[in-house]
């Protein structure tokens, strides 16, 4: 499973209790504790929110629409212990796609991430082949083919030309790459992306992926 979580939730301890329960299904989890440092994360589109409506220093009804104004589609379930009635009509005015009363169990949060993904993405299961120009991407071998010859690409190489796939004709910045296809853990340089950038490149002629300069990357699809 690689959808990635944003989890939005001032309280230390749920924050991390609800981590870990989502990470053991699965999922990739990024925390934050506040919404100033989450609403400056909000352009790297993860495939949920989880927010928390009482933040310290805004609530997430703020950053719900800060979310939904810079992409509409992208689900949010809201977490609060105020007026449940009250919460919820604001929260599915605005856009949130679920919503949880505390106290509540873990598990059941993770009930209900698992409905929504099946919910709202099922045209978007990751598929076993896919055919990228003039290539075939096998996801499970985790190889691509051309003409019937393989193309043997490193893990990195393939998580790269994987997350260009899902982003056809789409321009992405550099630090999108480096979080998605290396985690936000990862603290080495950045020139990692041009150096697996230009092994696909060498390795795949026809992918077309050209440098918008001063932005990022974009991988052309006619």
């Known amino acids: 499973m690689d959808k990635r979580i944003f989890l939005v939730e001032d309280e230390i301890k749920l924050n991390t209790l609800l981590t870990k329960y989502?990470?053991?299904e699965g999922y990739q989890i990024t925390s934050f504790y506040d919404g100033q440092t989450a609403s400056k994360c909000i352009n790297h589109s993860p495939d949920l929110w989880i927010?928390?409506?009482?933040?310290?220093?805004?609530?997430g009804y703020q950053l719900i629409k800060e979310i939904k104004d810079f992409n509409q589609q992208i689900p949010v379930i809201f977490i609060s212990a105020r007026n449940e009635e009250v919460d919820r009509l604001v929260g599915l005015k605005l856009g949130s796609?679920?919503?949880?009363?505390?106290?509540f169990l873990p598990q059941e949060l993770v009930i209900r991430t698992n409905n929504l993904f099946r919910r709202i993405y099922p045209e978007k299961e990751k598929p076993e082949i896919n055919k990228l120009s003039d290539y075939i991407l096998d996801y499970q071998q985790r190889t691509a083919f051309y003409k019937e010859e393989e193309i043997i690409l490193t893990r990195k190489e393939f998580d790269l030309l994987?997350?260009?796939?899902?982003?056809?004709?789409?321009?992405?910045s550099r630090e999108q790459i480096l979080l998605n296809?290396?985690?936000?853990?990862?603290?080495?340089?950045?020139?990692?992306?041009?150096?697996?950038?230009?092994?696909?490149?060498?390795?795949l002629e026809l992918i077309n992926i050209v440098t918008i300069y001063g932005i990022g990357y974009k991988l052309v699809i006619k």
Request: proline content about 4%.
């Open 22 to 24: 989502l990470e053991l």
């Open 51 to 59: 927010l928390d409506i009482m933040l310290p220093d805004m609530d």
């Open 97 to 103: 796609d679920d919503y949880l009363a505390k106290p």
């Open 162 to 172: 994987h997350f260009f796939s899902k982003n056809k004709n789409i321009v992405v």
């Open 181 to 203: 296809v290396w985690g936000d853990t990862y603290f080495g340089s950045d020139r990692v992306v041009d150096d697996t950038l230009r092994r696909i490149r060498k390795k």
